[in-house]
DNA sequence: ATGCATTCAATGCACAAGCATTTAATGCGT
DNA sequence: ACGCATTAAATGCTTGTGCATTGAATGCAT
């Protein structure tokens, strides 16, 4: 592979990735109020809910998947918090760690979204040669 | 194609571009105090250069192949005057617009972190299946 | 020529992101 | 038990981004 291949290559990459996030940014925000991280955040939370009893998660946990620094995962989850679509609490056996829950309204306001991400993700990606 | 293989094409292409986004953005900042964009968009000038007699640019001819918004690029190519690696100028055709041209230090500066880019790039796309 | 919508770029403003630091809790070695 | 390095998450600070607005120049219609 050339230098040149790579290149265009690269340039495909970041104009389809910069142009799926400017729609799904427009799109969650301006019919859900959400922004693309938050509703990630959500769907990651949604997913959690399926594969363990509890449905807690650790924020770390929510890190990984999330492409965002620690700091603003801490930052993005006392915004959802505030909107009051996940709820913090200490968990008991480290009390460092703190757990992330969805609550209602939080479930709701995804389950709305879902439907908008997908399509969006759908427009730009189904037909393609690469995927 | 089903929507859990969209998602599934999705969330490779974007973890693909935050990897890429990151390192680039550490490499390029610590060997040669660029930024991805500020790379860019001095990539994007040289280029221009070999195509065009004078080397100027329209600010909003920039715009096209960098995703930024036009304030963001206004301010980026701000800074970069004042770094010292590029120049505005007038046209004289229509006094709306702006020319921005490669100074020498532009020029050497993009030729030393063109490799670096190069490299990582390189690194992350050579070997891969879908490009 | 005059008025008005349009275009280019810059700027005020609000906000989200990352880095570095802080606070609190844990665990390990002695 | 005590100190010390380590880890989890929150926070201060700086910076880059986008949206909306502004200011200036253009062009088009009347």
């Given at each position: ?45 949604v997913e ?17 998947g999330v ?42 306001r995804h ?21």
């Amino acid at each position: 592979m050339t230098d040149h291949e790579v290149l265009s290559v690269w340039r495909e990459l970041s104009a389809r990735h910069a142009a799926i996030v400017s729609d799904l940014e427009r799109e969650l925000q301006d019919r859900h109020e959400l922004g693309v991280s938050e509703f990630e955040v959500l769907d990651r939370l949604v997913e959690g809910v399926c594969l363990s009893a509890d449905g807690k998660f650790r924020v770390q946990e929510l890190a990984a998947g999330v492409h965002l620094s620690q700091s603003a995962l801490s930052r993005l989850i006392a915004r959802l918090e505030k909107a009051g679509l996940v709820l913090r609490s200490m968990c008991a056996d480290d009390r460092r760690g703190v757990f992330v829950t969805l609550t209602d309204a939080g479930r709701i306001r995804h389950s709305e979204a879902l439907p908008t991400q997908r399509r969006v993700l759908r427009d730009h990606l189904a037909a393609t040669p690469q995927g």
